[in-house]
Nanobody, 118 residues
Framework: QVQVVEFGGGLVQAGGSLRLSCAAS????????MGWYRQPPGKQRELVAA???????NYADFVKGRFTISRDNAKNTVYLQMSSLKPEDTAVYYC????????????WGQGTQVTVSS
C-alpha cells in the first residue's frame, strides 16, 4: 500500500507563485510516473503535469511556460512550481503515483486546495 500526501496549497493572488509538494511512501517498487492533476469546481479532474522516473515531462497546454514539475526519485517526492497564477488555476490539486510495470499500481493523494484571487 502506497501513501500519497500533498502539501503546499493555499491562497495566492493572481500573478503570484506557489509550490506544491507530494510525497509517496510505502513502495518498494519504482514509481514510474508521478503527476499532478486538478479539479476545478464543477469540473472533472484533468492532467496538469507528469514526470517519469527518468525525468521525462508532460504538461497540459494551459500551464506550459508557467508551471514546472520536478521530482526527487530517492525521496519519491514530486514538486509543482506554479508561477503566473491565474484565477482559472483555482482547483483542488491531486498527486498521483503510478507504476506501469508488474506489479502495477496507481494511487491518489487526498488533494490540496489552491485558490487564486484576482
Amino acid at each position: 500500500q502506497v501513501q500519497v500526501v500533498e502539501f503546499g496549497g493555499g491562497l495566492v493572488q493572481a500573478g503570484g507563485s506557489l509550490r506544491l509538494s507530494c510525497a509517496a511512501s510505502g513502495s518498494i517498487f519504482t514509481i514510474d510516473v508521478m503527476g499532478w492533476y486538478r479539479q476545478p469546481p464543477g469540473k472533472q479532474r484533468e492532467l496538469v503535469a507528469a514526470i517519469t522516473s527518468g525525468g521525462s515531462t508532460n504538461y497540459a497546454d494551459f500551464v506550459k511556460g508557467r508551471f514546472t514539475i520536478s521530482r526527487d526519485n530517492a525521496k519519491n517526492t514530486v514538486y509543482l512550481q506554479m508561477s503566473s497564477l491565474k484565477p482559472e488555476d483555482t482547483a483542488v490539486y491531486y498527486c498521483n503515483a503510478r507504476r506501469v510495470g508488474v506489479p502495477s499500481f496507481s494511487y491518489w493523494g487526498q488533494g490540496t486546495q489552491v485558490t487564486v484571487s484576482s
